[in-house]
């Protein structure tokens, strides 16, 4: 087999960024050689504690590196002081819009340990897209005296492209071909028969002409011959929220505009039961950035116990969308491996392994 070569930047950002990035790393230096993959590996800079050294959250040097010399990067966390500090900018939210990461990716699958009660009864497997740029996002706001004179008035642009909504509905087409796929290589007959199906989420009944845009583009862009192995269906986002938590089992990828995925994405964490278990990537037509979901966790950070699954799920996730869905498949397989097994779990899962426990046991699996 022809060996590739990746160049990945690792961007660790504070708190347990600096635990859980590490974690990653070892990772991608385990996978087995037969993948024909080699990594090579460039530290980067982001995050308060920068912030608080350079002036900058987010360096020049971080972006450069990031456009010119990577395939792919894994990003951290960063703190959020809890007062607003002059100039400091969250570095994530800038990297996405100067790389134009243009989608959030965010699988959420049940837990299957001893040590761990799910939270629900029916094991869950499925991804939200969010749109990453525009929406509400887009940040234009006004405030103004009320012309009646009585107080004042505050405005928002909700903006809708039908170019956004198509290359967000195009990806999340792709997203459900390839998980089928990889579903065809698994081992349990319930996972093999689970069909593709991407679930369209708006609000069009009230919000006809901004949410109605995505809905007819969404449609348009899935109704492609790609797609064809694809069942598409509907959902208004409030009926969306009741089925997510009545049948997560159900679904398969959740498409939606940049607010609603933001809040379907947090619920559905929230229906697997533990932040340190939730993986995401930030996807462009270029760069892509895994990123855990988690924060940087200041009560756990320095103790060893972050839980690295997040981080080690979001490099699958990474590599799935850097055209490596074997290598994906071999990570989260591992995974789901040391949590079945439940010998090695942390804390937050209701065991006692520190993080480097955990890595060394998934090492093993791979
Ligand atoms: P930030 O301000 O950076 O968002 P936060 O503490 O408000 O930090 P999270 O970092 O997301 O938010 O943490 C929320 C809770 O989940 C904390 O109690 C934290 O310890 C726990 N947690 C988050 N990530 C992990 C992890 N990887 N392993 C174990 N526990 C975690």
């Known amino acids: 087999m022809a060996s590739r070569t990746l160049r990945i930047g690792l961007i660790p950002g ?49 972006v450069e590196t990031l456009q010119k010399e990577c395939d792919g990067a894994l990003f951290g966390a960063v703190s959020s002081p809890t007062t607003k500090v002059a100039g400091y900018t969250s570095p994530i939210v800038a990297l996405r819009k100067k790389l134009s990461l243009f989608a959030n990716v965010r699988p959420c699958k049940t837990t299957l340990s001893p040590a761990f009660a799910s939270p629900t009864p029916h094991p869950i497997d499925l991804v939200i897209v969010r749109e990453n740029t525009e929406d509400l996002y887009v940040k234009e706001e ?10 004042q008035i505050a405005e928002a642009i909700k903006r809708i492209s039908s170019k956004a909504s198509w290359r967000i509905a195009n990806i999340a087409g792709e997203i459900a071909v390839r998980r089928q796929k990889m579903r065809e290589s698994a081992a349990s007959a319930e996972e093999k028969d689970k069909k593709a199906l991407v679930t369209i989420t708006h609000k069009s009944n009230v919000l006809s002409q901004t949410d109605g845009l995505f809905r007819s583009t969404a449609r348009e862009a899935l109704s492609q011959a790609k797609f064809s192995s694809v069942a598409i269906e ?4 409030d009926s969306m929220v009741y089925k997510l938590f009545l049948q997560p089992q159900y679904y398969d990828v959740i498409v ?7 809040l379907l994405s947090d619920g559905a964490a929230a229906l697997v039961g533990s932040l340190g278990l939730v993986p995401s990537a930030n996807v462009g037509d270029g760069i892509v950035i895994g990123e855990p979901c988690h924060g940087s966790a200041p009560d756990i950070e320095g103790k060893g116990i972050a839980n690295p699954i997040a981080t080690i799920r979001s490099v699958a996730v990474m ?14 397989r591992a995974v789901d491996a040391n949590l079945a097994e439940g010998s090695f779990v942390s804390p937050d899962l209701g065991g006692t392994a520190k993080t480097s426990q955990v890595v060394n046991d998934i090492i093993k699996r791979l």
């Open 14 to 62: 504070d708190g347990i960024g600096r635990e859980v990035i590490p974690a990653g790393k070892k990772i991608l230096e385990s996978l087995p050689s037969s993948l024909g993959l080699k990594f090579s590996f460039v530290d980067l800079d982001a995050g308060y504690e920068t912030f608080k050294q350079t002036g900058t959250a987010l360096p020049d040097k971080t």
């Open 142 to 151: 006004k405030t103004y005296a009320d012309p009646s004179g009585e107080g």
């Open 234 to 237: 509907e959902q208004i986002v």
């Open 256 to 262: 939606a505009p940049n607010l609603y995925g933001d």
């Open 319 to 332: 590599l799935e969308f850097l055209d490596l869905p074997e290598a994906a498949n071999v990570i989260y």
